[in-house]
């Protein structure tokens, strides 16, 4: 048959740069040169093949996918090992989900002048939320018990001031640090496994060092606010995060100047 009775093959895209280097390259039998249809045909056979290849190949996406999954099991064998061996003190035993994390992450009020402290950080969940929120690493200022959990947040946030230590004396580890402004607070403290005197004592020394206005955020998992409202402070709440394990909501607290200042919604 001649050429050009042939039917046409359906004609495929390929691309100009996409040439075959050398006769050995191609798999044509005899010793005669491929004759520029039989090199057209491998040109698109090798073109296929690649395509092939690429489209079985994770994307990046899939891949990047695939290593944020793992490192979220990592994570929560981690809690979960830290948990079994002092439950009062890791207070949950998994660290919280995205959604809880940038729900609080959200109300770190970052236009203010100062360092952001988080209290309890854990394995950075929270942490994580606030730098892809925009919050410069620098401005951190990380108060954790756990020596596993500081190592892991140094890996992690290395240029955010990792403290390892006990977040309840707030007032004494700003001290050491020059007390510098502070523009929020962020917490994700167990606090109701420690007595009602110690909470408030944190939430005033908070309170004092950051001045009127400025939030302490707080999750819990408790249908009762951590420390109920009291003078000199509002209290408010955000919905429940259903999602969470366990579910949880945030509690807002600010200081205010006045005691004509609006009431809590709590
Ligand atoms: C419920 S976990 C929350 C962890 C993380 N913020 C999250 O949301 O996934 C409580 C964290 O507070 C830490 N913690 C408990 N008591 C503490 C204390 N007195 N000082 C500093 N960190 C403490 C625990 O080690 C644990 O990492």
Same mark, same amino acid.
């Given at each position: 048959m001649n050429d050009h009775k042939r039917p046409h093959a359906k004609a495929i895209d390929v691309? !100009? &740069? +996409?040439? !075959? +280097? &050398?006769?050995?390259d191609i798999l044509v039998g005899g010793d005669r040169s491929p004759n520029r249809r039989e090199l057209r045909l491998l040109k698109e056979l090798k073109f296929l093949a690649r395509r092939a290849e690429g489209e079985m190949r994770p994307s990046s996406s899939a891949r990047e996918k695939a290593k944020k999954l793992q490192l979220k099991v990592i994570d929560e064998a981690r809690f979960l090992r830290n948990w079994a061996g002092n439950p009062l003190k890791t207070g949950a035993v998994a660290p919280s989900g995205q959604e809880l994390s940038r729900l609080m992450a959200h109300f770190v009020e970052a236009d203010r002048p100062g360092v952001i402290v988080e209290l309890g950080p854990g394995t950075g969940a929270v942490t994580q939320a606030l730098v892809e929120r925009g919050v410069d690493e620098e401005r951190l200022v990380l108060i954790e018990y756990s020596p596993d959990f500081c190592t892991l947040l140094r890996e992690r946030f290395p240029k955010a001031r990792i403290l390892c230590g006990n977040a309840y004396a707030l007032g004494e580890v700003m001290a050491e640090l020059g007390n510098p402004p502070i523009a929020s607070v962020i917490s994700g403290l167990p606090l109701f496994t420690r007595p009602l005197p110690e909470r408030q004592a944190l939430l005033a020394d908070a309170m004092r060092l950051m001045g009127p206005g400025a939030p302490f955020i707080q999750f819990s998992y408790a249908l009762v606010p951590p420390v109920k409202r009291a003078m000199g402070y509002t209290i408010s709440r955000t919905r429940w995060v259903l999602a969470n394990l366990p579910p949880a909501r945030v509690w807002l607290y600010r200081a205010v100047v006045s005691e004509t200042a609006s009431p809590a919604t709590a």
């Open positions: 691309p !100009v &740069s +996409d040439t !075959v +280097d &050398s006769h050995e």
